[in-house]
């Protein structure tokens, strides 16, 4: 394992990497967490998203199609992921699972879980599929784990939103 620290408090996020693996010296990014969430509306407003977009994507909500949202480091795939979870009926059970949180899911009948020790991916996708969502939601979708949920949710019949964190997704 890399010597690293990755946290989250108060609405940061600190990653720092330690001498031992930076060879120019120790490395420290913070970012701070948005505070205002936002909803389609909110993009088409400010003319991020053409309302034919938004509308397609609501549709696409309500037909429980698949959603993945690509990009680089912080590019807003997480931000944009929040508001289609918001454009999601109050009705419909939303299950998240994310490494580190970063979702904001403001529904009756949601939950996020968090892989901890030799818990990982998989075994929560497994019993998340077990609580009969209407949504799975993945955050920050990295590496082969990632991709091995997009298999088994693929194959399960779930609609599913996630935001792989490559270049080359």
Excluded at 53 to 59: D, M
Excluded at 64 to 79: A, D, I, N, P, Q
């Amino acid at each position: 394992l890399i010597p690293a620290l990755n946290e989250r408090s108060r609405g940061h996020r600190a990653e720092a990497v330690a001498t031992d693996c930076a060879l120019l010296g120790p490395v420290f990014s913070f970012r701070r967490l948005p505070t205002q969430r936002f909803t389609l509306a909110d993009y088409v407003k400010q003319g991020s998203v053409p309302p034919d977009v938004a509308g397609y994507l609501e549709r696409a909500i309500l037909e429980h199609k698949t959603v993945l949202l690509c990009g680089g480091t912080s590019s807003g795939k997480t931000t944009f992921l929040n508001a289609l979870i918001a454009a999601c009926p109050r009705s419909e059970r939303i299950l998240a699972i994310e490494k580190v949180q970063e979702l904001f899911i403001d529904h009756p009948d949601s939950f996020v879980l968090q892989p901890k020790g030799r818990v990982g991916m998989t075994e929560l996708t497994t019993s998340l599929l077990r609580h009969a969502p209407s949504w799975v939601v993945l955050g920050e979708m990295r590496g082969s784990e990632g991709w091995d949920f997009v298999d088994r949710i693929g194959n399960s019949g779930h609609s599913t939103m996630a935001t792989p964190s490559e270049q080359r997704a």
